[in-house]
């Protein structure tokens, strides 16, 4: 599955207490880290975003997003997409949709390859193929999709 970012925001919306601003080192420059990882990164707001990263009423109004998300219309956007960290950049929030026969969906499969779905079924089904596939593996997805496929699944 082809990804693409609808530039929505949800990903980033709990992010605050991940990419921490350590130092703020000129207008739009930053020294940050990624919690997670323990990355160090700097930061550069990226210039057609300067504007709407000045803007902060609605990161005061979400004190749990990432310092770096703004509004923009319709889109909710990270305004140092050049210089984000690699797990951000890479994010993929959905590389498989998982439907029964008929046509219901029943889960979603991250980029890094985690099962959302509250269907115990497909669950087990899921924690069954993990036995036998690496996440590490190259064509991980594929054989994913191709265990979920034999187990009844419509996978796109
Ligand atoms: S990666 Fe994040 S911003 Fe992009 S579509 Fe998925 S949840 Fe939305
Ligand atoms: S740096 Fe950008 S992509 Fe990463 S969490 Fe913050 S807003 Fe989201």
Known sequence: MVFSCKQCGTCCMYMGDYIEIEHQIGEFEFEC??????????????????????????????????????????????????????QCKYYRCVVMRVFNRDGTLLGTVTGNLSLH???????????????????????????FQKALEAYGYRVE
């Open 117 to 143: 779905s509250d269907n115990r079924k497909l669950r087990d089904c899921w924690e069954e193929a993990e036995l036998t596939i690496s996440h590490l593996s190259a064509d991980a997805e594929t054989q």
């Open 33 to 86: 880290s990624s919690v997670s990882t323990g990355t160090p990164f700097l930061a550069r707001v990226d210039e057609n975003k300067r504007a709407i990263f000045s803007d902060k009423t609605w990161l005061d109004e979400h004190s749990t997003a990432c310092r770096f998300l703004r509004p923009e219309g319709n889109l909710i956007r990270c305004t140092i997409h050049e210089t984000s960290p690699a």
